[in-house]
């Protein structure tokens, strides 16, 4: 938790409450009208609530799908920020050193 701050933390994890909030509130909708119209005498609505339950569930499934993707790509590209922030220093400093050798070596390494 280091390499986050603490508002950051809690301004994202805010984010991702909103959309699962969202995700029930929205997939639940769904899913409740399906519930009220597969009971019905209708086989018309009967058929409108399976289908709409059905899509109650694949809506949740890839919304959580989504989620997990965002999560996951969201903390590679935080580490990729903060590895090229670390290795630009690490160059900064060889260069203030005046040791232009490591330098090349270190930009070949990157370049493999």
């Not at 409450?17 to 639940?28: A, P």
């Amino acid at each position: 938790m280091a390499a986050v701050g603490i508002s950051d933390g809690v301004e994202y994890g805010i984010e991702l409450i909103i959309y699962v909030v969202g995700l029930v509130v929205g997939t639940g909708v769904l899913g409740g009208i399906a519930f009220l119209l597969v009971p019905m005498d209708n086989n018309l609505l009967n058929l409108l609530g399976v289908v709409a339950l059905l899509a109650s569930f694949v809506i949740f499934v890839a919304g959580l799908a989504g989620l997990t993707y965002k999560v996951v790509a969201d903390a590679v590209s935080h580490g990729n920020r903060h590895s090229i922030r670390s290795g630009q220093r690490d160059i900064a400093k060889l260069i203030s050193h005046g040791n232009q050798h490591a330098v090349k070596e270190l930009q070949d390494s990157d370049n493999e």
